[in-house]
């Protein structure tokens, strides 16, 4: 008997057979080690498909020959051997205690680049930010790990990781691009919207990371040697865009204070103001150009390297984007969100992040601290950003806040009420912006508070008439809506409101008057009808619905209703967790009224 | 120290030996003697002796070097070079032309080397000097340097001393004659030696030389002092000053007069080497001394025209799904609902680690309590693990409402009417009610029961006619079709007895009373008596005909005569069918494969159908040959079949709450499946004009259906589910709806129940 898979002699294979190949196949195949197979594939982008029938069985991971012949022919892996040689080579010096041969070989070791994978993965720019979550998540990562010989870990690249991220933050804060911050107890999420692209990216809270054993590290150092160089890259593009000269050259004094991003920040302005007046000179002559835009540079450094005393050079970013018109709504939204105020940093506080977060919405901030652009007694701050249970000194000119406040303000986009927020209490609860409240099924009942809020925000901002006026029939949300300096503006919406619901209130009165006038004969009829009708089935209404549902699948065929059941299941699914939270909320409810 | 340079040791060695030969003298100055006697360079060497022995100390050996440096500094440090030299060059690996240098050069370099060696000894020296009276032997013997030494007095040689350890000799002398040995003391008398001298203590037998010695005074304080760690001299300050006795100033000439070697004034060929070779590593590149240019690690990659899209050679790029964004549970500072309580985080102790959340929500109540978060490093990890191990497939997700699903149906309204509501409930049986059967007219029906009674009601009232009690559960009942013929079969354990239920008018009661006498009856076939004997009915008067095996379905043929029974028997024996006006059985001219459970006759033709477990057999009652189709059913066990008036459709019931319907002129597999009842279908049934069709089941429910079948062949089937009837108790002991019958001319349902009720819907 032939056996299962017979194949005459010298007919090729075909199908499944011919197409993938399980990895073993694929390492004989590349005539490589699992190790130089896996940095292979993870730098070229390669992953395993899912082949329709799995020839060799279940067990194994198949790749697509093509994708294999793609590693063949990659300069790459011949790069690798080379290395693998020269390794030898240095080895066998250093064996036989030729130590000057040994150190003058590491001085000559081959290197190689990735730029051309990226842009062989990454043929436009736009591919190369919507992938770009991991790589932010990962080097943001990095940038905060110690570095470990036992890891192979370098001083060097965490320092990297630690630029790159600062870049990039810069260039985000620069446009104002950030759309939505969320701290969660993995650590702080950012959403940043970059040519159209929504990029979200999580920075680790800023305290000593711990290693654990269960992670091969030579895994995530493969990755990260990619991420970096991606970073860099796009960072190189976005900086361009700018008209900033990339890498940047940062003020030395800032940077050794470890105020890396404002540092970036007044690079990126200077040379954003240099580079405005420039564009014609550059026509012409470029290699003048190129001298004046370094002296210029160099002007920019010293002006850095003035006293900070001018209040924020934020300030001017804020100034001169004013001109730029080539800005969405929301932009502009984010922009001005915390315009006009300053901002005052304790020491507790976690800076990194809200000196990224603050300036990116318009605000400007200082820090404790030296380098830092205005002092804590400076009268023009409006916020005091704290994090103790009780502050010391106070200053009554300034409100003081916990760092909740600002993340809150930023996900809703409007200046909350500060009550809740001050020092000492417990804050409201911290919602993730990432959810649809609605389509989950939840909202939690300070969303509800916030969405109000908003509404009043809009009437205000813009008092168009008919906008939300379900939104401010609620009495209650007139509690919230008083903030500070627009207290009188609430005054007067409140009047409005009541005005317009009374104005509501008689209009239905009339309409009620109009219709016992009119027709009360035929529309109480009609009415009793209506009642007696759906009376009768109400008796059981829901063994009626369960029937109706019954029936209705019976005549389904067999494949729609398995899918409608595995539909019903996950609606049910997540039914259960909402449900299982509002019971939550109804026994926390119940306590609290006991 | 390399094997030449010994070798010249030795010969030194004997050169001395041979110059000091017939000198016995043992003391220092007599070695000094031999000292001045070899050439100049050697005396520099007792002078730097000499100041060893002036100022040596601990650190004796660093003194020794950097004397020798000053000494003779250009030649010394020219050695340095080219030992260095020779040490790089042995790491190069050159060729062998080299290696012969090499030998030519460690020649040059010897004498160099045999100065420091004698450096290094002289260190040792005074130590020498001090003990060569007393231990000579073993000093000859430790010592490499051979001029410090006294000549040895015997001619032995350096040779073991056990080698002569039980010769009466030791050695010989240059004529070849045997040296004897001094004759040994033996222990008594060294013992009355030392009792006798008291400065026996102090004499010390050398064995090398044959001979007593006497250690002086000064030589036993010095061994003294040395085992005290002590500096040999007693006035021997170990740490005074240094003193450069050399003045340096005013020295125009060099120290030693000896001519300069050639080597000094000819080029290094080791070094002319060296030089070629870094020549040639410098020209072609593999050494470099300014760093190469860095080209910019990151330049504008994509370019400016980077709109243009390129056909990529390769398999479509899958990018890989983005991370879940977190949710309100994730906050740092989530709304207190989101918190499980303690007993729901002890119940996730218990639940499997599959199904345990991955992630349990924490509160902190403020930004700077936060932890660093420990999976932080591991998630990043797998993530990166599923990004370059986990197959990709693009999958399409269906994003629809499930209610879409559903097929539009027809309105309800406008297929009425049909059986929707409970109009009436007959109850009088005391058991499970198996079977009903409604009599063509429609003013009757009739009901058998576990219990063992047939009743009749009459159906508008509610009114029970009639009762029948019989010994055994009665399993079917079932009327004769034709109107004007009004008797009853009721199938009961082994027998079927047919009734008269004296309905008729006095004509038919006649004919019947007729024929149900069994007054003549005529001879079965022997097969057939085997299986089947009539038998008169006492009781009630009627026909009992006892079959071999338990009833499980009875059938009437259209034309009233024929009566088929089923039995759970295979072959030819499991269905019969009787003819009443003959009295006659007859078995099936065919065989039947498996076990049959029921048969239905065709409406208009000679056809019969026989349900086995899983198919339904349509066979020709005329023609004796197999089965003229076979209807697949799909299903696991058939309990029941019922065939559309048309004859064209059949509708089939089984035990895992399936039905089919077929539509035999399509296809011999089902037109469709429904899957209506989740336990087991007991009947199904066909109203005889109205396009209507039911099935009942165990889990105490009935489904009325609109099966609409039209003439047009081309059209399928219409099948809408219109109602389902609850009403029948579901506690009855697993019961549920036993029967479902419609009657004959209104849409009315019939059920049966378990709960030993009948109920009538109406419209």
């Known amino acids: 008997m032939a056996p299962k898979h017979y194949r005459p002699a010298g007919k090729k294979k075909e199908g499944n057979a011919a197409r993938y190949m399980t990895r073993s196949q694929a390492l004989k195949h590349l005539q490589v080690n699992l190790n130089l197979f896996r940095r292979l594939c993870i730098v070229k982008g390669i992953f395993p498909r899912e082949p329709k029938k799995k020839v060799k069985g279940n067990h194994h991971t198949y790749y697509h020959v093509k994708d294999i012949a793609f590693l063949h022919h990659e300069p790459l892996l011949e790069k690798f051997r080379e290395i693998k040689t020269y390794q030898k080579k240095v080895l066998k010096a250093k064996a036989k205690k030729n130590e000057e041969l040994a150190r003058l070989l590491l001085t000559r070791q081959p290197t190689y680049k990735l730029d051309r994978l990226i842009l062989e993965r990454y043929p436009t720019f736009i591919d190369a930010l919507r992938d770009l979550d991991d790589c932010l998540t990962m080097v943001h990562l990095f940038a905060v790990l110690p570095a470990s010989d036992r890891e192979k870990l370098e001083v060097k690249r965490v320092h990297n990781c630690r630029k790159l991220s600062h870049e990039w933050q810069a260039y985000i804060l620069r446009t104002h691009a950030l759309r939505k911050v969320f701290v969660s107890v993995k650590g702080i999420y950012y959403q940043a919207e970059v040519e159209g692209q929504k990029i979200t990216w999580l920075t680790p809270h800023a305290i000593q990371q711990v290693f654990t054993n269960d992670v091969d590290f030579s895994v995530l150092l493969t990755f990260l040697e990619f991420y970096e160089t991606l970073l860099a890259f796009i960072n190189f593009k976005l900086y361009r865009s700018l008209n900033v000269k990339y890498p940047p050259i940062l003020d030395s004094r800032l940077e050794a204070l470890a105020a890396d991003l404002y540092a970036l920040s007044r690079y990126i302005d200077a040379s954003a103001r240099g580079m405005v007046v420039e564009p014609k000179v550059d026509a012409s002559s470029s290699s003048q150009s190129n001298d004046r835009e370094e002296s210029e540079l160099r002007l920019a450094q010293l002006q850095h390297q003035l006293p900070s005393s001018e209040p924020g050079a934020l300030m001017h970013l804020v100034a001169d984007n004013n001109k730029e018109v080539e800005e969405d709504e929301e932009t502009r939204v984010c922009k001005s969100l915390f315009k006009d105020l300053k901002f005052f940093l304790s020491r507790e506080v976690p800076r990194e992040s809200l000196l990224f977060v603050l300036p990116a919405f318009g605000g400007m901030v200082s820090w404790e601290g030296e380098g830092a652009p205005f002092k804590e007694d400076d009268d023009s701050i409006t916020h005091h950003i704290i994090d103790k249970p009780s502050a010391g000194h106070l200053y009554l000119s300034r409100e003081y806040v916990q760092p909740q406040w600002i993340y809150d303000c930023v996900n809703a986009r409007i200046i909350l009420p500060t009550e809740k927020y001050m020092v000492g209490r417990v804050p409201p609860p911290h919602l993730s912006p990432f959810v649809d409240n609605e389509a989950e099924g939840y909202v939690p009942d300070y969303a509800e508070q916030i969405k109000r809020l908003q509404a009043a925000a809009r009437n205000k901002v813009l008092p168009l008439p008919g906008v939300g006026k379900e939104d401010l029939e609620d009495p209650q949300n007139l509690l919230y809506a008083g903030v500070m300096s627009r207290a009188e503006e609430a005054e007067a919406a409140e009047n409005k409101k009541k005005m317009a619901a009374k104005e509501k209130q008689y209009h239905e009165e009339l309409k009620l008057e109009l219709k016992k006038g009119k027709g009360i004969v035929v529309d109480g009829e009609a009415e009793a009808e209506g009642e007696e009708e759906e009376s009768a089935p109400n008796a059981d209404n829901n063994q009626i619905a369960e029937d109706n549902a019954a029936m209705a699948k019976v005549t389904m065929p067999r494949k729609k209703r398995k899918l409608y059941d595995a539909m019903k299941m996950g609606q049910e699914k997540r039914n259960e967790g909402i449900n299982r939270i509002k019971e939550r909320k109804n026994k926390l409810k119940n306590a609290a009224q006991e | ?763």
């Open chain 2, 1 to 763: 120290m390399s094997k030449k340079t010994e070798e010249i040791d030795e010969d030194k060695m004997r050169e001395t030996r041979t110059k000091c030969k017939n000198d016995s003298a043992k003391s220092k100055k007599q070695k000094q003697v031999v000292k001045e006697v070899k050439p100049v360079e050697k005396e520099v060497k007792s002078l730097k002796e000499e100041d060893l022995l002036v100022d040596s100390g601990a650190d004796s050996d660093d003194d020794g070097d950097s004397l020798c440096g000053s000494l003779n500094s250009d030649d010394f440090d020219s050695d340095m070079f080219d030992s260095e030299d020779d040490g790089s060059q042995r790491e190069t690996e050159d060729g062998d032309g080299e290696s012969s240098e090499d030998k030519v050069h460690g020649h040059e370099g010897l004498d160099d080397n045999d100065e420091e060696n004698e450096q290094v000894d002289s260190e040792n020296g005074e130590e020498d000097g001090i003990d060569e009276d007393s231990e000579q032997g073993e000093v000859v013997e430790e010592s490499d340097s051979s001029e410090d030494e006294v000549a040895p007095r015997n001619t032995v040689g350096d040779v073991p001393l056990e080698w002569y350890k039980d010769e009466k000799h030791i050695g010989y002398d240059i004529t070849g004659k045997k040296i004897t040995k001094k004759e040994k003391q033996d222990k008594l008398d060294s013992f009355l030696a030392t009792m006798d001298d008291s400065k026996n203590w102090r004499k010390i037998y050398d064995e090398y030389n044959d001979e007593e010695v006497e250690l002086t005074k000064e030589e036993s304080k010095l061994i003294r002092r040395m085992l005290r760690g002590e500096a040999p001299h007693a006035d021997f300050d170990p740490y005074a000053p240094y003193v450069d006795w050399f003045k340096w100033d005013d020295a125009i000439h060099p120290l030693s007069s000896a001519p300069e070697p050639k080597r000094r004034f000819i080029p290094s060929k080791w070094e002319a080497k060296k030089v070629v070779k870094y020549v040639r590593a410098i020209r072609k590149g593999w050494i470099k001394f300014d760093k190469p240019e860095e080209e910019p690690s990151v330049y504008h990659l994509w370019g400016d025209d980077s709109t243009l899209d390129q056909k990529s050679k390769h398999l479509t790029y899958i990018p890989p799904p983005k991370l879940k964004l977190p949710g309100h549970e994730e906050s740092y500072n989530p709304s207190l609902e989101y918190i499980p309580t303690e007993e729901e985080k002890a119940s996730y102790e218990l639940m499997f680690e599959e199904d345990r959340p991955k992630f349990i929500p924490k509160r902190f109540t403020s930004l700077r309590s936060i932890p660093a978060y420990e999976n932080a490093l591991k998630e990043s990890f797998e993530r990166c693990l599923d990004l370059y191990l986990c197959p990709r497939v693009r999958k399409k997700r269906i994003n629809i409402d499930p209610e879409s699903l559903k097929p539009k149906l027809p309105s309800r309204k406008d297929l009425r009417p049909y059986p929707n509501s409970c109009y009436l409930e007959y109850k009088g049986h005391t058991g499970p009610v198996t079977s009903i059967s409604t009599e063509s007219s429609g003013q009757w029906i009739a009901s058998g029961s576990t219990d063992g009674s047939v009743r009749i009601w009459e159906v508008e009232t509610g009114r029970c006619l009639k009762t029948w009690q019989f010994d055994e559960a009665v399993k079917c009942v079932a009327w004769n079709p034709l109107s004007d013929f009004p008797i009853l079969a009721v199938a009961m354990g082994r027998d079927l007895v047919i009734l008269n239920t004296e309905l008729g008018t006095d004509e038919e009661q006649n004919t019947i009373k007729e024929l149900l006498n069994l007054g003549n009856l005529p001879e079965q076939s022997t097969s057939v008596a085997a299986i089947v004997s009539w038998l008169p009915d006492e009781i009630y008067g009627g026909i009992k005909i006892r079959h071999f095996k338990n009833i499980s379905y009875i059938h009437w043929h259209r034309k009233g005569d024929y009566l088929s029974t089923v039995m759970a028997s295979g072959e030819t024996r499991g269905v019969v069918t009787h003819q009443i006006s003959k009295k006659l059985t007859d078995k099936l001219p065919f065989k039947i494969r498996g076990l049959p459970v029921c048969t239905v006759f065709h409406p208009s033709r000679s056809f019969i159908f026989i349900a086995t477990r899983k198919n339904v057999r349509v066979y020709d009652l005329l023609k004796a040959d197999g089965p003229i189709k076979k209807l697949e059913t799909g299903m696991r066990e058939i309990s029941s079949m019922a065939i559309h008036p048309g004859g064209d459709n059949l509708i089939v019931g089984s035990k895992e709450g399936k039905m089919c319907w077929f539509d035999m002129d399509l296809s011999s597999k089902p037109y469709k499946t429904l899957k209506n009842h989740p336990k087991d279908i007991t009947n199904v049934a066909f109203h005889r004009s109205y396009p209507l069709f039911a099935s009942c089941s165990v889990d105490s429910t009935a489904y009325v259906f609109h099966g609409k079948v039209y003439n047009d062949l081309n059209e399928n089937p219409l099948i809408v589910p219109l109602e389902i009837l609850r009403g029948h108790s579901t506690k009855s002991n697993g019961g549920g709806v036993l029967d479902c019958k419609f009657h004959p001319r209104q849409p009315w349902l019939f059920t049966a129940g378990a709960d030993s009720i009948i109920k009538l819907y109406c419209h």
